[in-house]
């Protein structure tokens, strides 16, 4: 086994202290996300109460770790560490028998709870390593804050490879799939007043762009363009509507439409700075008058066909030049190792 | 200029540590309460300096490639908006400053304008 990151670490008289345990602030949505299981060490060894420190000795430096649990038969009776070895080593007592110089006040935590679990008992009990048992207090692990660490940075490496992955399967759809003319349509369902979820689809629909190989920033003049339209889905519609969006090779087509109420005057609608949205609205920034000059800006082709009473349907269209089209990612070329 | 200036000039908070934003490199500046402003006029790397304290701010920032998000007057974000910013790596900013005075400072400092005057996307 090799060395955890929190023993290499150690070596050079550098340590995560309990005080950094209770501020991690980047892992801490992943501490409750794994689980102990997840980062805990399986292969353990362990010493006898009957054992002497000497053999603590050999075992610490064969194996290159910390401290090991004390088992008597298959009851876990304490843990000896580098800390208890060190006040045999001072009192010359290398023949001394573990139980002697093990902690026997054992806290443990469990195989099925969230890494954060162990942190917290890490912070409150000032121990190195914990044992970890199953649900019927079975020893099956050893966890230290350095397995830990290395637990957190092995799960963001892997989201970090998983969003690669994606990029790469999803960039290479139209290059993969041979028809005369293939487009991929995303459709999302937005609800009327609904501020706090308002961009959720947009934001879904410029991460697919981008998965998908679209350059930067025709993501984001898309990106800008379906945002304003779902906002005024939000703001202005009855019922709601849909957002629809179809990725063709050549071209990006966003359509939104609804049931009402409809607008008057769509001429008028198009004047920057003309709004009839709520002042709840204008209180998230928006109905400024701005939407559909925005709108405007961002795409190649934009049409509004609205009815009073029946509805309105916004077409927004944007070709993709000849500089620009879907590709993969670089570094994306060939798949990358999971 | 590094995000980690422009906080020392905003005598600001970051309210999401959790994300690295040390090196972060702020090429340009805008400030705005009107999301749609932001939306039209925000070129892509800038800092946005804003009164305005809603999901929307963070939607807007991620859709228009802002790299942070100022909330002037000491306004502080709802846990649902940090939490949003955080998934999409924007980092949030708290500082006591009011508008006028923060993007003066900034500017002063050498951090320019990223507020383009009606230039469209296709020019």
């Given at each position: 086994?090799?060395?955890?990151?929190?023993?290499?670490?150690?070596?050079?008289?550098?340590?995560?202290?309990?005080?950094?345990?209770?501020?991690?602030?980047?892992?801490?949505?992943?501490?409750?996300?794994?689980?102990?299981?997840?980062?805990?060490?399986?292969?353990?060894?362990?010493?006898?109460?009957?054992?002497?420190?000497?053999?603590?000795?050999?075992?610490?430096?064969?194996?290159?770790?910390?401290?090991?649990?004390?088992?008597?038969?298959?009851?876990?009776?304490?843990?000896?560490?580098?800390?208890?070895?060190?006040?045999?080593?001072?009192?010359?007592?290398?023949?001394?028998?573990?139980?002697?110089?093990?902690?026997?006040?054992?806290?443990?935590?469990?195989?099925?709870?969230?890494?954060?679990?162990?942190?917290?008992t890490f912070a409150r009990s000032r121990v190195g390593r914990l044992p970890v048992v199953d649900e019927k207090n079975n020893l099956v692990g050893m966890i230290t804050k350095g397995d830990i660490t290395r637990g957190v940075l092995t799960a963001i490496r892997r989201d970090y490879q998983e969003e690669e992955i994606r990029r790469y399967r999803a960039s290479h759809l139209f290059e993969d799939i041979i028809s005369d003319r293939t487009s991929l349509i995303l459709r999302y369902k937005i609800k009327q007043g609904d501020?706090?979820?308002?961009?959720?689809?947009?934001?879904?629909?410029?991460?697919?762009?981008?998965?998908?190989?679209?350059?930067?920033?025709?993501?984001?003049?898309?990106?800008?363009?379906?945002?304003?339209?779902?906002?005024?889905?939000?703001?202005?519609?009855?019922?709601?509507?849909?957002?629809?969006?179809?990725?063709?090779?050549?071209?990006?087509?966003?359509?939104?439409?609804?049931?009402?109420?409809?607008?008057?005057?769509?001429?008028?609608?198009?004047?920057?700075?003309?709004?009839?949205?709520?002042?709840?609205?204008?209180?998230?920034?928006?109905?400024?008058?701005?939407?559909?000059?925005?709108?405007?800006?961002?795409?190649?082709?934009?049409?509004?066909?609205?009815?009073?009473?029946?509805?309105?349907?916004?077409?927004?269209?944007?070709?993709?030049?000849?500089?620009?089209?879907?590709?993969?990612?670089?570094?994306?070329?060939?798949?990358?190792?999971? | 200029?590094?995000?980690?200036?422009?906080?020392?000039?905003?005598?600001?908070?970051?309210?999401?540590?959790?994300?690295?934003?040390?090196?972060?490199?702020?090429?340009?500046?805008?400030?705005?309460?009107?999301?749609?402003?932001?939306?039209?006029?925000?070129?892509?790397?800038?800092?946005?300096?804003?009164?305005?304290?809603?999901?929307?701010?963070?939607?807007?920032?991620?859709?228009?490639?802002?790299?942070?998000?100022?909330?002037?007057?000491?306004?502080?974000?709802?846990?649902?908006?940090?939490?949003?910013?955080?998934?999409?790596?924007?980092?949030?900013?708290?500082?006591?400053?009011?508008?006028?005075?923060?993007?003066?400072?900034?500017?002063?400092?050498?951090?320019?304008?990223?507020?383009?005057?009606?230039?469209?996307?296709?020019?």
């Amino acid at each position: 086994m090799s060395d955890t990151i929190q023993e290499l670490y150690g070596r050079k008289g550098r340590n995560i202290t309990d005080h950094d345990a209770q501020e991690i602030t980047r892992v801490e949505e992943l501490a409750y996300d794994l689980k102990i299981s997840d980062v805990m060490t399986r292969d353990i060894k362990t010493l006898s109460p009957s054992d002497t420190m000497r053999s603590v000795v050999d075992l610490l430096r064969q194996n290159r770790i910390s401290g090991a649990p004390v088992m008597d038969g298959d009851s876990l009776v304490g843990v000896i560490s580098q800390e208890d070895l060190m006040r045999a080593l001072a009192d010359h007592d290398r023949e001394a028998l573990i139980s002697k110089y093990m902690s026997s006040n054992v806290i443990t935590v469990k195989s099925y709870e969230p890494v954060i679990k162990a942190l917290e008992t890490f912070a409150r009990s000032r121990v190195g390593r914990l044992p970890v048992v199953d649900e019927k207090n079975n020893l099956v692990g050893m966890i230290t804050k350095g397995d830990i660490t290395r637990g957190v940075l092995t799960a963001i490496r892997r989201d970090y490879q998983e969003e690669e992955i994606r990029r790469y399967r999803a960039s290479h759809l139209f290059e993969d799939i041979i028809s005369d003319r293939t487009s991929l349509i995303l459709r999302y369902k937005i609800k009327q007043g609904d501020f706090v979820n308002g961009g959720q689809a947009s934001s879904h629909i410029k991460r697919a762009l981008l998965r998908l190989g679209a350059p930067p920033q025709l993501a984001r003049q898309c990106g800008i363009a379906v945002y304003e339209a779902e906002m005024n889905l939000i703001i202005h519609s009855t019922n709601g509507g849909v957002l629809r969006v179809q990725v063709e090779p050549h071209r990006i087509l966003m359509q939104t439409s609804d049931d009402g109420p409809g607008i008057p005057d769509v001429k008028q609608a198009l004047t920057p700075g003309w709004s009839t949205a709520s002042s709840l609205a204008q209180s998230m920034g928006f109905g400024a008058g701005m939407g559909l000059v925005n709108i405007q800006r961002c795409v190649d082709k934009m049409d509004l066909d609205s009815t009073p009473g029946k509805g309105t349907k916004l077409l927004m269209e944007i070709h993709l030049r000849p500089d620009e089209k879907f590709k993969a990612p670089p570094g994306a070329s060939e798949t990358p190792s999971v | 200029m590094k995000l980690s200036e422009i906080i020392h000039h905003a005598k600001g908070t970051v309210l999401n540590p959790s994300i690295l934003i040390n090196d972060y490199e702020i090429i340009g500046g805008c400030g705005s309460d009107l999301m749609s402003d932001v939306l039209a006029a925000v070129k892509p790397g800038a800092v946005l300096l804003t009164g305005l304290c809603n999901p929307q701010v963070v939607r807007t920032a991620q859709m228009a490639d802002v790299r942070a998000i100022i909330f002037l007057r000491g306004k502080q974000p709802s846990t649902e908006i940090v939490a949003l910013a955080t998934q999409e790596n924007i980092p949030l900013i708290s500082s006591d400053m009011g508008m006028f005075e923060l993007c003066g400072r900034l500017y002063k400092a050498g951090l320019h304008s990223y507020e383009s005057n009606w230039i469209g996307f296709h020019e």
